[in-house]
């Protein structure tokens, strides 16, 4: 099974501040890696597909970059509906793994 | 606008089976365009993909649960439907099901439901 890490585990930030997330892949997935962003309480919201594409009304703050086996999540400008935990995920093969999460807390 | 629902007992006796139905509304599970997919997550910890399930019956499972899932569909009331055998307490998990495109590279999850949340305990 490829193996998601994600870092940091948690992070503190404020309303403006630009945030990033970072996820590393055990092996090469090419560009196949997604994200998604969960609330509390909540499934799972996609949010970008192909490491760098956003979902359709995803708002523009959010940005994905890499490939290979190193991947960002950034969002700038940070939201009060942005706090949130953030998860990767690996669409290149199966199992399909996800990442620990990123809990984005407010400071 | 697709929504899916899970359904279930919250409450499961260790070696029994987990029995969970996910209701699609707002479009078609017969649908050739998707997949439908079991996901789950331990209290507090992250995301284990379950297993994925055509409208046709092909499935899709991870190995590490290969031996104890079963995931069926009923097109005629629109839903899925996942069981887990002999669970035990390591299963305690909120369990979503989710849409994925049938498209061979567009493996994401997307939507999801809200989550049921199943505890193995006698």
């Known amino acids: 099974d490829i193996q998601m890490t994600q870092s940091p585990s948690s992070l503190s930030a404020s309303v403006g501040d630009r945030v990033t997330i970072t996820c590393r892949a055990s092996?090469?997935?090419?560009?196949?890696l997604n994200w998604y962003q969960q609330r509390p309480g909540k499934g799972p919201k996609f949010l970008i597909y192909a490491a760098s594409s956003l979902q359709s009304g995803v708002p523009s703050r959010f940005s994905g970059s890499g490939s290979g086996t190193d991947f960002t999540l950034t969002i700038t400008s940070l939201q009060p509906e942005d706090f949130a935990t953030y998860y990767c995920q690996q669409s290149y093969s199966m199992p399909y793994t996800f990442g620990g999460g990123t809990k984005v807390e407010i400071k | 606008q697709v929504q899916l629902q899970e359904s279930g007992p919250g409450l499961v006796k260790p070696s029994e089976t987990l029995s969970l139905t996910c209701t699609v509304s707002?479009?078609?599970?017969?649908?050739?365009?998707?997949?439908w997919g079991w996901i789950r997550q331990p209290p507090g910890k992250g995301l284990e993909w379950i297993g994925n399930?055509?409208?046709?019956?092909?499935?899709y499972y991870n190995p590490s649960l290969k031996t104890r899932v079963t995931i069926s569909v009923d097109t005629s009331k629109n839903q899925f439907s996942l069981k887990v055998n002999s669970v035990t307490a390591a299963d305690t998990a909120v369990y979503y099901c989710?849409?994925?495109?049938?498209?061979?590279?567009?493996?994401?999850?997307?939507?999801w439901g809200q989550g049921t949340l199943v505890t193995v305990s006698s």
């Open positions: 399930i055509y409208y046709s019956g092909s499935t």
């Open positions: 989710a849409r994925r495109p049938s498209s061979g590279s567009k493996n994401w999850f997307d939507p």
């Open positions: 707002g479009g078609s599970i017969s649908s050739s365009s998707y997949y």
């Open positions: 092996q090469s997935i090419s560009n196949y």
